[in-house]
């Protein structure tokens, strides 16, 4: 695969050329060739995989509103093999390199819709589902406004982290490797909390439904206390096996290194990303997403990046200044999450449930 890319021409007139083709963004962002390539290819593959997880997503969701929360995960046991023997197949026995790590990433992204009909179909009593008429497409309109601040609050933290990625790979490729693991390995540390958060909202808000006041707190109450004991675990762990993590997951030495200096700092990271994200859950239960929206959008965009360039790159603390910045911001985020909560009317949200049911069309 690297062949491919040692032959392309270093002088000035395919530099300025380069930037305005297809991944000239890109290389206005991050100064090596190569990997602007390998990411365009990669992207470029990895899209059409879209349509079918947009459609398991929803579809997860959907069900998951109706406790049927194995759905997933049965759909991931069968398609998860399936990814890696296509992953192996493409990359060592076809050679396709990156692209065929893109490739398998697709087409069992497009498979996982089907895993949840199947599952409707076989596991559930036929209730999941219920018949195409016009009133499907009423009461929309309270949804939707429901909905978009949800996808707010879930693409600020997605981009937040992105962001630190694409600012790494001003420091060079160490750097940028040493920040993709790091994303990685809090992205799968943060699979626990995740799975709290979907599972508080959808308790919370069945409770409000059922006019349940103390019910919906006290999940609440509880769904916090378990997200205090993930992260302080997940924290103690991280620190004491600092010296191992890296090596884990990469054998490159420079990678290795930096990643250490930065295992602390993530460490502490993990107790407020743990809050932070059943808090989410919890916001979304009880129905103020818009709440949750704007404090997600001020923490990731108004509050981490200005604070990780200038610790970063004024400082000089380079990784360490990227992380401390995005702490920060989650902190924030934490505080002003959990005054918000602690001040909420319950019977309030209550009447709010009872008013979103009445407006319900009944069959």
């Known amino acids: 695969m690297s062949e491919g890319y040692i032959g392309v021409r270093r002088d000035n007139t395919d530099v300025l050329s380069t930037r305005y083709n297809s991944y000239g963004f890109i290389q206005l962002l991050i ?29 997860k ?6 406790g049927h929360f194995a759905a997933s995960l049965y759909t991931f046991l069968v398609c998860i093999p399936v990814q890696i023997l296509l992953t192996w197949y493409f990359v060592k026995h076809l050679g396709f390199g990156i692209a065929g790590i893109a490739a398998s990433l697709s087409i069992t992204r497009n498979m996982l ?3 949840l009909v199947i599952y409707s179909r076989i596991l559930t ?23 978009i601040p949800s996808l707010l609050m879930l693409e600020a933290d997605c981009i937040g982290f992105e962001i630190l ?11 940028l490797g040493a920040q993709a693991l790091s994303v990685t390995l809090c992205g799968f540390i943060y699979k626990v909390p995740l799975a709290l958060s ?22 609440a109450k509880i769904s916090l206390w378990l997200a205090g004991s993930i992260g302080s675990v997940t924290g103690i762990v991280l620190l004491s096996l600092s010296h191992h993590v890296a090596q884990i997951l990469t054998n490159d030495t420079s990678v290795i290194a930096l990643v250490q200096e930065i295992i602390p700092l993530i460490a502490v990271f993990q107790l407020f990303d743990a809050f932070v994200g059943v808090m989410n859950g919890v916001i979304r239960g009880i129905g103020r997403q818009a709440f949750g929206a704007w404090v997600q959008t001020l923490g990731y ?8 360039i200038f610790t970063a790159f004024s400082l000089g603390w380079r990784l360490i200044g990227l992380w401390t910045g995005l702490s920060l911001a989650m902190v924030v985020i934490f505080i002003l999450e959990a005054i918000y909560l602690w001040f909420m009317d319950w019977e309030q949200l209550v009447e709010e449930a009872r008013r979103r049911n009445d407006m319900e069309p009944h069959v």
């Open 31 to 59: 100064h090596d060739d190569t990997i602007c390539t390998m990411a365009r290819d990669f992207l470029r593959i990895l899209i059409l995989g879209c349509p079918g997880f947009a459609c398991f997503e929803c579809g």
């Open 61 to 66: 969701r959907f069900l998951q509103a109706q």
């Open 113 to 115: 819709p089907f895993g």
């Open 125 to 147: 009593p036929g209730d999941c589902w219920r018949p195409m008429d016009a009133q499907i497409f009423q009461n929309w309109s309270k949804m939707v406004k429901l909905a």
């Open 165 to 175: 990625t694409i600012l790494a790979g001003k420091f060079g490729t160490a750097e």
């Open 198 to 219: 979907n599972a508080a909202a959808t308790e919370i808000g069945e409770r409000l439904g059922e006019a349940s006041a103390k019910k919906a707190h006290d999940a």
């Open 301 to 308: 965009y108004a509050v981490g990046p200005p604070l990780s």
